[in-house]
């Protein structure tokens, strides 16, 4: 497609940055407020509501732009870096730009917080962090990913983001083509591989009846230290240091309330040391492995109940009360059926965690006409290199 000559405005959710061209909006990856760039259009038509662009060009570079330390990931490449040309500081600095615009728009509020850099971050240089990857295996065996936006793969020369002998073992080994590639590295070592299903063990599939499935992840904290048993393909979040921010985040946001829901509760991260305090925690989790995690994890604790269903049919369902809600949903956020359904349980505190800026926001919105106040907010910066952020809430209903 053709190249145009923008003006770099206001940065906008989903890594990229806003331009106007001939009155038409074109969203710019790769580049920064206030450059001047040539842009390659990617996706453009006089039909097209907006068109979408990559700055290929730095006519007038931003002071925060930086060389990217993952090429591969730059214009016309693989997704899962795009924010690698910008310094750390500024990338922060984007991610709370986007924060307090949903907030304004979505829940006609301002941003109260910052967004924190995680333990480590900046002595890595932001990489090095990511202990779950996935990738495809191309046509050569090679461990591949999808290029932005596209079904067409690109084999991988380097992985900074994950954690270092996870990047050595993955882009070492080659694989059957066509073959969907789990790499886990619990604590950031020790890495292991699942191939189609299957784990793998010195680059070949290992069958045996007890092949191992689960890896073992400790979670230390100010409040206490916690180990946990997780499916090798199950969910966990991917910064190494990421549950320790959140389990410290969350305890430190519960206030004392006794009967703990935790929502959409994955392998039970926050029910077990939740549970460990004390309280009365009911687990609810609808994926079935996540769920087995949880209960396993969760074995011996005498305050924790883990029910594997649907959030909010269980809400809805039950009718069960409780003093605080802790809540995880997926990037979708929660939505106005299920905020109905929790607001049911008349909790006096909602802890929300949050992966997506407009839904937090959204949600936020909803949670005030049932009459919850946002309290405080505070994100973390848990993917450094692109542009998702993670946020931790507190409502309190008045």
């Known amino acids: 497609m053709a190249d145009i000559e923008l003006e770099i405005?206001?940065?906008?959710?989903g890594g990229h940055c806003v331009a106007r061209h001939e009155g038409r909006v074109v969203f710019v990856r790769h580049a920064l407020p206030g450059e001047r760039v040539r842009a390659r259009l990617t996706e453009a038509g006089d039909a097209a509501r907006l068109w979408r662009a990559d700055a290929v060009e730095i006519l007038s570079p931003s002071?925060?732009?930086?060389?990217?330390?993952?090429?591969?990931?730059?214009?016309?490449?693989i997704g899962g870096g795009e924010l690698a040309h910008v310094a750390l500081p500024a990338q922060r600095r984007w991610k709370h730009d986007v924060l307090r615009e949903a907030f304004v728009r979505f829940a006609d509020r301002e941003f109260?917080?910052?967004?924190?850099a995680a333990p480590g971050d900046d002595a890595r240089a932001g990489l090095g962090y990511r202990t779950r990857v996935t990738a495809v295996a191309g046509?050569?065996?090679?461990?591949s990913m999808h290029l932005h936006r596209s079904r067409e793969l690109r084999p991988l020369a380097s992985l900074p983001i994950a954690a270092p002998a996870l990047e050595e073992l993955l882009l070492s080994t080659r694989f059957p083509a066509g073959s969907h590639l789990q790499g886990v590295a619990p604590g950031g070592d020790a890495p292991r591989l699942?191939?189609?299903?299957v784990p793998w063990k010195g680059g070949r599939p290992d069958r045996r009846d007890n092949a191992p499935r689960r890896v073992r992840e400790t979670v230390a904290t100010t409040h206490g230290e916690w180990t946990y048993q997780v499916d090798v393909e199950g969910f966990w979040q991917v910064h190494v240091d990421a549950p320790a921010v959140l389990v410290d985040a969350v305890l430190s946001r519960v206030g004392d309330g006794e009967r703990v829901l935790d929502l959409y509760a994955g392998a039970g991260l926050f029910t077990v040391p939740l549970a460990t305090t004390g309280r009365d925690v009911t687990s609810v989790e609808a994926d079935a492995r996540a769920s087995r995690d949880a209960r396993r994890n969760a074995h011996g604790l005498p305050g924790a109940r883990i029910v594997h269903g649907d959030t909010r049919a269980f809400l809805s369902g039950t009718g069960v009360t409780a003093d605080v809600v802790v809540l995880d949903p997926p990037r979708s956020g929660a939505g106005a059926k299920t905020l109905d359904a929790v607001a049911g349980a008349n909790a006096a505190r909602v802890v929300y965690v949050a992966c997506d800026p407009v839904a937090l926001a959204r949600d936020t919105a909803l949670l005030g006409?049932?009459?919850?106040?946002?309290?405080?907010?505070?994100?973390?910066?848990?993917?450094?290199m692109t542009h998702h952020v993670e946020t931790v809430a507190t409502f309190v209903r008045g």
């Open 9 to 13: 405005g206001a940065v906008a959710h």
């Open 63 to 77: 002071p925060d732009r930086v060389e990217s330390p993952w090429p591969e990931a730059g214009p016309g490449g």
């Open 112 to 116: 109260p917080g910052d967004v924190h």
């Open 139 to 143: 046509p050569d065996g090679r461990a």
């Open 194 to 197: 699942v191939v189609d299903g």
């Open 369 to 384: 006409h049932h009459g919850y106040a946002l309290e405080e907010a505070q994100a973390f910066d848990l993917f450094p």
